[in-house]
């Protein structure tokens, strides 16, 4: 079992960047795929980006692509979220989630482990 802590949300301009950090608990970090999902207002929540247990494959939605860049470092259990040339429909609650049955995955339902979000408020 793993938990997980989203930090590094926060108010920024559109055309601005953040960056969003995902601390894991647990000795197993690195056999976990690890993803980003988003939750707008009113929406339902989405796949952002996801990254392969050993951080070498990385997968993005159409929406964030050239954009966002997800990584990982498994000395640190952690995941993260660089996130570039923000625009105001990037505003929603950031999760990161983890799911130990693949080596990375884009499907919300298959990810076990969710953290607890953090809000992202991007200002036009």
């Known amino acids: 079992q793993v938990q997980l802590v989203e930090s590094g949300g926060g108010l920024v301009q559109a055309g601005g960047s953040l960056r969003l950090s995902c601390a894991a608990s647990g000795r197993t970090f690195s056999s976990y795929a690890m993803g980003w999902f988003r939750q707008a207002p009113g929406k339902e929540r989405e796949f952002v980006a996801t990254?392969?247990?050993?951080?070498?494959?990385?997968y993005y939605a159409d929406s964030v692509k050239g954009r966002f860049a997800i990584s990982r470092d498994n000395a640190k259990n952690a995941a993260y979220l660089q996130m570039n040339s923000l625009k105001p429909e990037d505003t929603a609650v950031y999760y990161c989630?983890?799911?130990?049955?693949?080596?990375?995955?884009?499907?919300?339902?298959?990810?076990?482990?969710w953290g607890q979000g953090t809000q992202v408020t991007v200002s036009s």
């Open positions: 990254i392969s247990r050993s951080g070498s494959n990385t």
């Open positions: 989630a983890a799911d130990p049955h693949t080596d990375w995955d884009t499907i919300l339902w298959e990810y076990d482990y």
